[in-house]
């Protein structure tokens, strides 16, 4: 079982950036592809970037070029580095463990 802690959500300006960290338990994080998700109000939860347990990295057309997964095997963590917010970046931010384990999600807001 792995068990996932979202962090570094917040309120920020439009054209701001933040940092999301997910911390994992467990020894075997070094398997698990790593994804963050998120979910707008009234919206169904959509697919934001992926990284595979070797590195390889994936990005929804709406984040790619401002958005950039990376993750940490020393310290168990997978990073969401946000860069160029918009206001339709607000949501909640959930990571995943292979599309499986689940966080309580942590919330982004972008002001206009």
């Known amino acids: 079982q792995v068990q996932l802690v979202e962090s570094g959500g917040g309120l920020v300006q439009v054209g701001g950036s933040l940092r999301l960290s997910c911390l994992a338990s467990?020894?075997?994080?070094?398997?698990?592809?790593m994804s963050w998700f998120r979910q707008a109000p009234g919206k169904e939860r959509e697919f934001v970037s992926r990284i595979s347990w070797n590195g390889v990295t994936f990005y929804a057309d709406s984040v790619k070029g401002r958005f950039t997964i990376s993750r940490d095997y020393a310290r168990n963590t997978v990073y969401l580095q946000m860069n160029s917010l918009k206001p339709e970046d607000t949501a909640v931010y959930y990571c995943?463990?292979?599309?499986?384990?689940w966080g309580q999600g942590t919330q982004v807001t972008v002001s206009s």
């Open positions: 467990g020894q075997t994080f070094n398997r698990y592809t």
């Open positions: 995943a463990a292979d599309d499986h384990w």
